[in-house]
Nanobody
């Protein structure tokens, strides 16, 4: 089992920045991929970014490329999402996930409870 706890969400004005954190515990994470997803009210959960825990290879949704950066700290068992130049359309609950997937939520096995990000215009 893997337990994931997100933090760092909040209210920010458009153009601002937030840094989300995901603290992981439980089984070994070295062969897992860590992903960030988000879900806005009335919309499906969508892929934001992912990173290979062992090698650091990353991937991003087109909507966040150049603005968001995913990173990991293996020693701290944590994954981060640095979000810059935030837009109102980035408003959503952001979830951390662990598994062996790419950009599809069903490919991830373990999920955190989410943290709310609200971007005001």
């Amino acid at each position: 089992q893997v337990q994931l706890v997100e933090s760092g969400g909040g209210l920010v004005q458009a153009g601002g920045s937030l840094r989300l954190s995901c603290a992981a515990s439980g089984r070994t994470l070295s062969n897992l991929r860590m992903g960030w997803f988000r879900q806005a009210p009335g919309k499906e959960r969508e892929f934001v970014a992912r990173i290979n825990w062992s090698g650091g290879s990353t991937d991003y949704a087109d909507s966040v490329k150049g603005r968001f950066t995913i990173s990991s700290d293996n020693a701290a068992n944590s994954v981060y999402l640095q979000m810059n130049s935030l837009k109102p359309e980035d408003t959503a609950v952001y979830y951390c996930a662990a598994g062996w997937g790419g950009s599809i939520p069903s490919q991830y096995v373990y999920w955190g409870r989410g943290t709310q990000v609200t971007v005001s215009s």
